[in-house]
């Protein structure tokens, strides 16, 4: 697979739009990290969008981006629909998309629901870029939903801790068309829209002339 492109144009969109929000979640959640001292209650934001072309696949490859407020040694990505194949290893890069020596390697059952990784973003804020192929269209419902989860390996007093964060809701795939699953996610599940169509006035007075010949 080809490595992600600093100057990708719809990742820096994506970032310009939501780098902002993203912070601020991330800078409270540094705040609490610092007074807590405690990676168990680190918080991490993401996406998922369409991922970018296997050589010699046609199956539907899905890409996530995340970043954290702290380091992390491992992370999974966990699919409600089936997972038939895993890119390794993903991107690790800086605020600015900058490539870092930071690195993962990814594994899975395939097929299989997970993505299972491990290495080490050593500082916050680097951004985490994979991907992952499903079997099904990437905007066909059930749409892929992924949630995260993170974790983080250190010593303390000699021995090895190991810190679970999540999880965390990737979300469905940014790109698609409104559907009506639309607006909820696996942590906030939402009843489907019920779409109503309503006929216009010319149907309307086809309809009623119809009635009133029938009545005659």
């Keep these: 697979m080809h490595a992600f492109q600093t100057a990708n144009r719809s990742a820096r969109w994506w970032l310009a739009a939501t780098v902002g929000a993203v912070a601020l979640c991330l800078a409270m959640a540094a ?3 610092g007074e807590e001292s405690n990676p168990n209650n680190d918080v991490c934001a993401g996406h998922l969008s369409a991922g970018h072309p296997e050589p010699g696949s046609e199956e539907q490859q899905v890409q996530y981006m995340f970043l954290c407020n702290g380091p992390i040694t491992g992370y999974q990505v966990q699919s409600q629909v ?4 895993i890119q390794s290893p993903p991107t690790v890069t800086d605020l600015l ?3 870092l020596n930071d690195s993962f390697s990814c594994s899975g059952d395939i097929p299989g629901f997970a993505a299972n990784c491990v290495g080490a ?5 680097e951004w985490i870029t994979g991907q ?3 079997g ?10 992924a949630l995260l989860t993170v974790t983080y390996a250190y010593l303390e007093k000699g021995a090895v801790v190991q810190a679970i964060s999540g999880p965390f809701e990737l979300g469905r795939p940014q790109g698609c068309p409104p ?8 942590l906030n599940p939402r009843a489907p829209i019920i779409l109503k169509h309503h006929r216009g006035k010319k149907a309307h007075r086809k309809a009623g002339r119809k009635a009133g010949a029938r009545r005659r």
Excluded: N, Q, Y
């Design 121 to 125: 973003a050593k500082a916050p804020d």
């Design 31 to 33: 705040t609490a990290h």
């Design 132 to 134: 992952f192929a499903i």
């Design 179 to 186: 559907s009506t699953f639309s607006g909820g996610t696996r």
């Design 136 to 145: 099904s269209k990437l905007c066909a419902e059930p749409r892929v939903d």
């Design 97 to 99: 998309l900058k490539p």
């Design 82 to 85: 089936p997972v038939t194949g």
